[in-house]
């Protein structure tokens, strides 16, 4: 792009946008349908402007290529688009946005945003309108500084329990995580903001991200990461999908036919564009050819494929023209369908311009304190009785703030991290805690008086817990893109500290702050363990609430907690970290046929594994029962009537689970999760819930004829309130043969 073109544009565009549509720019008409709009436009378009259009760069600088990105992009943010004056199209200012408003690690000067909780403790809500509501703010917030463009919506599904990006994603169920990241996804979009779903497919660890391949057969991957990707486009209809780094099957993602072309544009009739990851692009032709429509993140990659090099493909015929007008047709329609014409977005005046803090903090924190799962409560430990004179907190930095997630989806707290010099001083660091201390929210909650340590002396903090009448004690786990954990423990000699401290009081409260699941040597002895993930901007507040008796945990796990490394299906995670060269695909490879689409707790059925907690589980401060189980047939799917009554003495929410399976087997595994509503009732009151099992969800996939099969026979309908519970109620009834089409219908 021409430099004179990028300084006139910031300038030029704004006026342009005070011109209604006119016989020139008919595409300006927001009356007509964005498919008409993009088709208008494209055909207006020079080849320049198209490959500009195609071709997105870093907006940071980057020191390992000299590359100083281009001044009208916003400072420090992920990517820049440059827009066309002359035809009223906006430019793309993109952001990191896995939990929030991002910023690059290398800023000096961070953007302060509003984070959510991780993605998996929005998962573990179970609660679709909080997913909304998270998004929307997180959107509103990326409009009041400038952003259009969000690289959101994370939902690869946990096969590996160590993966460093495991807090972004939705967790180990493909409906559950469908739904949850498909309406954030929906609420980032409706602040007129572009958000992906990502990453696009199968890239469910971070060893050997850039170059490992997955091996999987179709029918697997259908029902399985494919289905949860899904469910979350059809959900929130996303402008774009990010393609992943990996291979699959030998080809890349992001040049993958079979991906791009044959699954997502073909059979799910994707109308959006297809963004690589960030050095995801390997090719100029190929990758032009099999799907991808626009090379993201310049100079990531080694070479501006889709620059010059997409240009002169063209030119020469080896690109047709048809398969660019596409490209820019799919990327323009997306800005029409979510308004980014109609409502541009202005730079910042200042830091923090527009946003409402405290209004959005709650956003966050009604999240994080439906997010909180309760493992273990011995004896009603929880909530702290109002006879408690005395506390001991411990550990986790719980005096000053909560901790966060490392790498892209670092969201910079309001005032700084209280925190420095923990974790590696660059990506995926530095390792940031938000300004909410559960220490002194729970000071400002009970009479009791609280005294912190830090933790790094176990023989001292037990003496101090010893002589208190709780202890509470935090196991922190900081998680970041690009790396895994290499087990399941948590780092440090916390399980020490924990055990210690545990062993010389009883009345021991564990708080996890955790990128996913980890394993507890020290749960016998502990009195009460609660799961907070990574609480988010309001954090410390949630998890006080939820301690002294404010607020009712409710929330239940998005994924199974492994007893051991033993029970998964790859104990020793696949790809050798040493392996530099990206054609040595053997000793970069993962095989995922072991598993299948039997992820989570269907593997952990399957094999007659008992997890240290299963998929769904979460305890309550009071009791429900569940009663009046119905299923029919309905259409091509299932519906299913329950009621639910709250049997305890506390105000509660409820989160019954369905589960459904043939009785004559034949499935992945044993059941599936068919669908579940979380309902507040207070205490004697019941609701009723009404939800429908989704015919995919009731069939097998078949690669032959690309299709769900649903076989005749009798099924089995449990209501339970995790995979591993008893069934509360259960109920036969009979399907016929069905065969729905590859988007369930």
Same mark, same amino acid.
């Given at each position: 792009?021409?430099?004179?073109?990028?300084?006139?544009?910031?300038?030029?565009?704004?006026?342009?946008?005070?011109?209604?549509?006119?016989?020139?720019?008919?595409?300006?008409?927001?009356?007509?349908?964005?498919?008409?709009?993009?088709? &208008?436009?494209?055909?207006?378009?020079?080849?320049?402007?198209?490959? /500009?259009?195609?071709?997105?760069?870093?907006?940071?600088?980057?020191?390992?290529?000299?590359?100083?990105?281009?001044?009208?992009?916003?400072?420090?943010?992920?990517?820049?688009?440059?827009?066309?004056?002359?035809?009223?199209?906006?430019?793309?200012?993109?952001?990191?946005?896995?939990?929030?408003?991002?910023? /690059?690690?290398?800023?000096?000067?961070?953007?302060? $945003?509003?984070?959510?909780?991780?993605?998996?403790?929005?998962?573990?809500?179970?609660?679709?309108?909080?997913?909304?509501?998270?998004?929307?703010?997180?959107?509103?917030?990326?409009?009041?500084?400038?952003?259009?463009?969000?690289?959101?919506? #994370?939902?690869?599904?946990?096969?590996?329990?160590?993966?460093?990006?495991?807090?972004?994603?939705?967790?180990?169920?493909?409906?559950?995580?469908?739904?949850?990241?498909?309406?954030?996804? $929906?609420? +980032?979009?409706?602040?007129?903001?572009?958000?992906?779903?990502?990453?696009?497919?199968?890239?469910? &660890?971070?060893?050997?991200?850039?170059?490992?391949?997955?091996?999987?057969?179709?029918?697997?991957?259908?029902?399985?990461?494919?289905?949860?990707?899904?469910?979350?486009?059809?959900?929130?209809?996303?402008?774009?999908?990010?393609?992943?780094?990996?291979?699959?099957?030998?080809?890349?993602?992001?040049?993958?036919?079979?991906?791009?072309?044959?699954?997502?544009?073909?059979?799910?009739?994707?109308?959006?564009?297809?963004?690589?990851?960030?050095?995801?692009?390997?090719?100029?032709?190929?990758?032009?050819?099999?799907?991808?429509? /626009?090379?993201?993140?310049?100079?990531?990659?080694?070479?501006?494929?889709?620059?010059?090099?997409?240009?002169?493909?063209?030119?020469?015929?080896?690109?047709?023209?048809?398969?660019?007008?596409?490209?820019?047709?799919?990327?323009?329609?997306?800005?029409?369908?979510?308004?980014?014409?109609?409502?541009?977005?202005?730079?910042?005046?200042?830091?923090?311009?527009?946003?409402?803090?405290?209004? %959005?903090?709650?956003?966050?924190?009604?999240?994080?304190?439906?997010?909180?799962?309760?493992?273990?409560? /011995?004896?009603?430990?929880?909530?702290?009785?109002?006879?408690?004179?005395?506390?001991?907190?411990?550990?986790?930095?719980?005096?000053?703030?909560?901790?966060?997630?490392? #790498?892209?989806?670092?969201?910079?707290?309001?005032?700084?991290?209280?925190?420095? %010099?923990?974790?590696?001083?660059?990506?995926?660091?530095?390792?940031?805690?938000?300004?909410?201390?559960?220490?002194?929210?729970?000071?400002?909650?009970?009479?009791?008086?609280?005294?912190?340590?830090?933790?790094?002396?176990?023989?001292?903090?037990?003496?101090?817990?010893?002589?208190?009448?709780?202890?509470?004690?935090?196991?922190?786990?900081?998680?970041?893109?690009?790396?895994?954990?290499?087990?399941?423990?948590?780092?440090?000699?916390?399980?020490?500290?924990?055990?210690?401290?545990?062993?010389?009081?009883?009345?021991?409260?564990?708080?996890?702050?955790?990128?996913?699941?980890?394993?507890?040597?020290?749960?016998?002895?502990?009195?009460?363990?609660?799961?907070?993930?990574?609480?988010?901007?309001?954090?410390?507040?949630? +998890?006080?609430?939820?301690?002294? #008796?404010?607020?009712?945990?409710?929330?239940?796990?998005?994924?199974?907690?492994?007893?051991?490394?033993?029970?998964?299906?790859?104990?020793?995670?696949?790809?050798?970290?040493?392996?530099?060269?990206?054609?040595?695909?053997?000793?970069?490879?993962?095989?995922?046929?072991?598993?299948?689409?039997?992820?989570?707790?269907?593997?952990?059925?399957?094999?007659?594994?008992?997890?240290?907690?299963?998929?769904?589980?979460?305890?309550?401060?009071?009791?429900?029962?569940?009663?009046?189980?119905?299923?029919?047939?309905?259409? %091509?799917?299932?519906?299913?009537?329950?009621?639910?009554?709250?049997?305890?003495?506390?105000? #509660?929410?409820?989160?019954?689970?369905?589960?459904?399976?043939?009785?004559?087997?034949?499935?992945?595994?044993?059941?599936?999760?068919?669908?579940?509503?979380?309902?507040?009732?207070?205490?004697?009151?019941?609701?009723?819930?009404?939800?429908?099992?989704?015919?995919?969800?009731?069939?097998?996939?078949?690669?032959?004829?690309?299709?769900?099969?649903?076989?005749?026979?009798?099924?089995?309908?449990?209501?339970?309130?995790?995979?591993?519970?008893?069934?509360?109620?259960?109920?036969?009834?009979?399907?016929?043969?069905?065969?729905? %089409?590859?988007?369930?219908?």
């Amino acid at each position: 792009m021409k430099k004179r073109l990028w300084l006139s544009l910031a300038l030029v565009y704004p006026l342009m946008l005070a011109h209604a549509a006119d016989d020139k720019r008919p595409w300006l008409d927001s009356a007509q349908s964005p498919d008409a709009r993009a088709v &208008q436009l494209v055909a207006a378009m020079t080849l320049d402007e198209k490959i /500009q259009t195609v071709f997105a760069y870093f907006s940071t600088e980057f020191a390992p290529k000299k590359f100083t990105p281009p001044k009208e992009g916003r400072p420090d943010s992920a990517g820049y688009v440059p827009g066309i004056a002359r035809l009223g199209l906006p430019p793309q200012y993109q952001s990191d946005a896995g939990v929030g408003v991002a910023t /690059q690690a290398v800023s000096k000067k961070p953007y302060e $945003r509003t984070s959510l909780p991780s993605g998996l403790a929005t998962a573990a809500t179970w609660n679709p309108k909080l997913a909304f509501a998270g998004g929307a703010m997180i959107g509103g917030e990326a409009r009041s500084t400038g952003f259009n463009f969000l690289l959101a919506g #994370g939902v690869n599904l946990m096969r590996e329990p160590r993966n460093g990006r495991n807090f972004e994603y939705g967790g180990e169920d493909p409906l559950l995580a469908g739904v949850m990241v498909g309406e954030q996804i $929906r609420g +980032i979009q409706s602040n007129h903001v572009v958000s992906t779903v990502k990453h696009y497919a199968f890239n469910d &660890q971070e060893t050997n991200r850039n170059h490992v391949n997955v091996k999987i057969a179709d029918a697997a991957g259908r029902m399985s990461d494919l289905l949860a990707l899904q469910i979350a486009i059809e959900r929130g209809q996303p402008g774009a999908v990010m393609c992943a780094y990996n291979r699959v099957n030998g080809a890349y993602a992001c040049e993958s036919d079979y991906l791009l072309n044959q699954v997502l544009k073909q059979d799910w009739a994707y109308p959006g564009f297809v963004m690589s990851d960030w050095g995801a692009t390997h090719s100029t032709i190929p990758a032009a050819l099999t799907g991808l429509d /626009q090379q993201s993140g310049h100079p990531f990659d080694k070479a501006a494929y889709f620059n010059e090099g997409l240009k002169e493909a063209v030119v020469n015929g080896h690109v047709l023209q048809a398969r660019l007008d596409d490209m820019v047709k799919r990327i323009t329609r997306a800005m029409f369908a979510n308004g980014l014409v109609e409502h541009p977005v202005a730079a910042p005046t200042s830091a923090g311009a527009g946003i409402d803090f405290t209004a %959005n903090g709650k956003v966050t924190q009604a999240d994080a304190e439906e997010a909180i799962v309760l493992l273990k409560n /011995q004896n009603n430990l929880l909530p702290l009785d109002a006879s408690v004179r005395t506390i001991a907190i411990i550990g986790g930095h719980a005096d000053v703030g909560v901790l966060s997630g490392g #790498g892209s989806a670092q969201v910079y707290p309001v005032g700084g991290s209280p925190v420095a %010099n923990e974790g590696p001083a660059h990506f995926p660091g530095p390792m940031i805690y938000h300004r909410s201390s559960p220490m002194q929210q729970l000071t400002a909650l009970t009479k009791a008086r609280v005294v912190y340590h830090d933790g790094k002396d176990a023989a001292a903090a037990a003496k101090l817990a010893a002589s208190s009448d709780v202890a509470i004690v935090f196991g922190n786990q900081w998680m970041g893109e690009s790396i895994d954990a290499p087990d399941l423990n948590l780092p440090g000699q916390q399980d020490a500290l924990i055990a210690a401290v545990a062993k010389a009081n009883p009345k021991t409260v564990v708080v996890l702050q955790t990128g996913g699941p980890v394993a507890m040597p020290w749960l016998d002895k502990a009195g009460a363990v609660l799961e907070a993930w990574y609480p988010g901007t309001s954090g410390g507040a949630a +998890i006080a609430r939820v301690i002294s #008796g404010e607020v009712n945990p409710s929330g239940r796990l998005p994924a199974t907690f492994p007893a051991s490394l033993a029970q998964l299906p790859r104990p020793v995670i696949d790809g050798d970290a040493k392996a530099k060269d990206e054609n040595i695909i053997e000793k970069v490879a993962t095989d995922y046929d072991i598993e299948g689409a039997a992820v989570g707790y269907k593997w952990f059925d399957l094999k007659g594994h008992k997890p240290l907690f299963p998929f769904g589980y979460g305890l309550s401060y009071t009791s429900f029962a569940y009663s009046e189980l119905s299923a029919r047939a309905a259409g %091509n799917g299932v519906e299913v009537s329950y009621t639910t009554r709250n049997t305890g003495k506390r105000d #509660g929410k409820a989160v019954g689970q369905v589960y459904v399976s043939p009785v004559a087997g034949g499935w992945e595994a044993p059941k599936r999760l068919g669908g579940w509503d979380k309902v507040e009732l207070k205490p004697g009151a019941s609701g009723k819930s009404t939800l429908r099992i989704d015919p995919r969800l009731l069939g097998m996939y078949d690669s032959a004829s690309k299709t769900w099969k649903i076989a005749a026979g009798d099924y089995l309908v449990t209501l339970a309130e995790s995979a591993g519970a008893a069934p509360a109620a259960s109920v036969k009834l009979h399907l016929e043969a069905q065969t729905v %089409n590859v988007n369930g219908r």
